[in-house]
């Protein structure tokens, strides 16, 4: 009996070390908002009246772009295309940067081509009908890790996010595991072409957005389940400050609404039941040196949400598909004629809700 113990005491310490040897993150314990800093039952809104565009010609397209002069709409999906649909409807497959599925935050620029982040190979590019410019790909003799979301401004500035220096597109849960803060909000000077950091130490850099008089951006951290504000103009350039905080899941991409507010996608990073997985690190530890657990803890596909935040950072406005049968990890949310069109990692469509 006492054989049968010690021999059971040492497959326990010898698996514990395995965990620990192997495990490639160092993880923190990650805090998720209360249930008290969801929105008002009256705030809500479904997604089931959702029209679905492109359905069955797009994979997974993880952000939506509109040429507001011309009406076209842009989307750049997981097959390394750009594709974009035209005025009457008719879709087209534009520009293939790159061979692999690792396009993801695009938006319109000045000269009216589109800057699009490559989280994998190149960085930050500039897609046109005359072909793709790399324009940043490295920022401080370092290659950029995981561009994820881009915005110029009408100065010729162009601001992006880097999701994580540690962990990269094809193992991005990692980082939520580690719940360490690797992500960063980068510059290209107009003037200089220099790419240089404005913020370190973000958890989980995603989405960007200029205000509507843009003298500050917006950043979303989204294992912080929050928005922070840096400011461009003013006493306060330089500095930054939350922006709104405790949103009900994390932050994904973030666009300026007409009117002065944003919208912003969230995603389920882990369903409810499964949340205190996160707050036991060698329960993070197993699951990272065993990848197919992640499966059980992923909570992305499980639900849609999108709020709508003024620009006081008080929420307005929230859609939902709580099942995610309509949708689910929607990803980006952008305003043109009254509509939402939503871009989202597990559809083969473009969603269309009007608002």
Not at 165 to 173: D, E, I, P, S, V
């Amino acid at each position: 009996m006492a054989s049968v113990s010690n021999f059971l005491l040492l497959f326990v310490a010898a698996f514990s070390a395995h965990i620990f040897i192997n495990s490639p993150i160092s993880p923190q314990p990650l805090h998720f908002p209360p249930p008290s800093s969801h929105p008002k039952p009256h705030l809500y809104s479904s997604f089931q009246r959702v029209e679905k565009i492109g359905e069955g010609l797009l994979k997974d397209p993880e952000d939506v772009a509109v040429d507001e002069s011309s009406g076209i709409i842009y989307t750049a999906t997981r097959d390394g295309w750009i594709k974009r649909m035209h005025k009457n409807g008719s879709w087209e497959d534009w520009v293939r940067p790159t061979q692999d599925h690792t396009l993801l935050g695009i938006t319109i620029s000045l000269s009216g081509k589109l800057l699009v982040c490559d989280a994998v190979k190149q960085g930050l590019l500039r897609v046109g009908d005359d072909g793709v410019d790399v324009l940043a790909s490295h920022v401080h003799g370092s290659q950029i890790s995981f561009a994820d979301d881009v915005i110029e401004a009408s100065d010729g500035s162009i601001y992006f996010s880097s999701a994580s220096t540690k962990f990269g597109l094809h193992n991005w849960y990692l980082d939520i595991l580690e719940a360490k803060p690797h992500g960063k909000l980068l510059k290209i000077d107009p003037s200089t072409k220099l790419t240089t950091v404005l913020l370190d130490n973000l958890s989980f850099a995603n989405g960007v957005a200029l205000s509507k008089d843009q003298d500050y951006l917006l950043v979303c951290e989204s294992w912080k389940f929050r928005c922070l504000k840096y400011w461009l103009k003013g006493e306060k350039t330089g500095t930054r400050e939350v922006f709104v905080e405790n949103l009900p899941g994390s932050p994904d991409n973030i666009n300026l609404a007409p009117d002065g507010g944003y919208w912003i996608a969230l995603f389920q990073c882990s369903p409810e039941n499964l949340q205190f997985v996160h707050n036991w690190r060698i329960l993070k530890h197993l699951i990272a040196t065993f990848p197919k657990l992640m499966n059980l803890v992923m909570g992305m596909n499980s639900k849609a949400t999108v709020v709508k935040v003024g620009a006081d950072g008080t929420m307005e406005k929230m859609y939902e598909d709580p099942t995610g049968k309509v949708m689910s990890f929607v990803t980006s949310a952008f305003e043109f004629e009254d509509h939402l069109y939503l871009g989202s990692l597990n559809s083969n469509f473009i969603g269309k809700l009007q608002i």
